[in-house]
């Protein structure tokens, strides 16, 4: 089934267009029987795309006025945070109504599937953070090396468990982890994965974004608060899974998801993936420009509900695909 204009809400209005500005949404891309985004091929040169760099804005609900998504942030309150609980912003909302004005979604460079308004039943996604929203290994792989002069790089993670990689004990892999923590790499050295700001600023008008992380309770306060510098406003709750912890409890995240209801998870890790797509939940298997050793388990590649992505740009396609294809009930 092609995936293209025809089944999105502005279909009917691309007449409007020039033809060599249709050919750009006609070949956006295809489903395939799973529901599956496979991109376009043949889009015309002529469909426009957001310029790098661009300070985002969004058009709030209830105001007609444009603002910046700085202007317009929501802060997390670290004092409100607690284990495995919720951080909600239950701000009542209007939802537009439907905008006709196909031209207008077509300059601001939106794919023609994230139209200029939010959907009234919005789909929850969660979202992982080490290796989805930061470069956590890098940062860390720079402390283990000034601290324990041992050099190791991404390349060298065949799985995601550091004491197979250090050549130590589970425990003292733990240990270093959490010196790690209290360290300036840790706390100043993890940056935002390229592509992640502007995807789930888009996602966001048609999803709601949680945190579902593996992080530990202890470096809580500095996750929220490297979330709300990098990523304002876009997260409805965070929950912390406590694993390879030192002191308390970890939740399996399968179990954090349910009870979220999210629909989607977004994750790099193997296990958690099957894990998750176990009880129903269709993950996105994230292995940036395909950079990630950990995710070549050739095996999880058997499950209909894994779906490999190498970018943010995939992965806000795939979503679009499974939402407007009414992939996801």
């Known amino acids: 089934m092609a995936f ?33 985004y496979n991109a376009g091929v043949g ?6 795309k957001p310029a ?15 603002r910046t998504w700085d202007k317009k942030a929501r802060a997390f309150a670290p004092r409100l945070a607690r284990d495995l609980e919720i951080i909600s912003y239950n701000e009542p909302q209007k939802v537009a109504e439907p905008t006709t004005d196909t031209r207008g979604a077509y300059r601001s460079g939106n794919p ?8 009234r039943n919005k789909i929850t996604v969660a979202v992982d953070v080490d290796e989805v929203l930061g470069n956590f290994v890098s940062a860390l792989n720079k402390f283990i090396a000034d601290r324990y002069s041992l050099k190791r790089s991404v ?8 004491f197979k990689i250090w050549n130590c004990s589970r425990q003292e892999a733990d240990i270093r982890v959490h010196e790690f923590f209290k360290s300036s ?24 974004l949680s945190v579902v992380t593996s992080r530990q309770n202890v470096i809580k306060d500095h996750t929220m608060e490297w979330l709300e510098k990098y990523y304002p406003g876009l997260f409805q709750e965070m929950h912390f899974g406590n694993h390879f912890a030192l002191h308390g409890k970890s939740r399996p995240k399968s179990e954090i998801c349910r ?26 298997l994230f292995d940036y420009e395909n950079s990630y050793p950990w995710c070549k388990t050739e095996s999880i590649d058997k499950h209909p509900l894994v779906t490999r992505v190498n970018n943010w740009e995939e992965a806000e396609q795939q979503i679009a695909a499974w939402i407007f294809s009414s992939t996801i009930p």
Not at 6 to 32: V, Y
Not at 259 to 280: F, H, M, S, T, W
């Open 52 to 66: 790098a760099g661009l300070n985002l804005s969004i058009k709030s609900c209830f105001e007609d006025s444009r």
């Open 155 to 162: 390349s060298e993670y065949h799985v995601y468990e550091f």
């Open 112 to 119: 023609l599937y994230f139209s200029d308004y939010p959907l």
């Open 259 to 284: 009870l979220l209801g999210a629909k989607i998870l977004i994750d790099d890790n193997p296990r958690y993936a099957v894990e998750c797509a176990q009880v129903g939940i269709r993950v996105l």
């Open 185 to 208: 790499y840790f706390k100043k050295g993890i940056h935002p994965i390229p592509g992640a700001q502007r995807a789930l600023h888009r996602l966001s008008r048609f999803c709601d």
């Open 4 to 36: 293209s204009a025809r089944n999105d809400p502005f279909s009917m209005q691309l007449h409007a267009f020039p033809g060599d500005q249709r050919r750009c949404f006609q070949s956006i891309g295809k489903l395939d029987a799973l529901g599956n």
């Open 43 to 48: 889009a015309g040169d002529n469909c426009k």
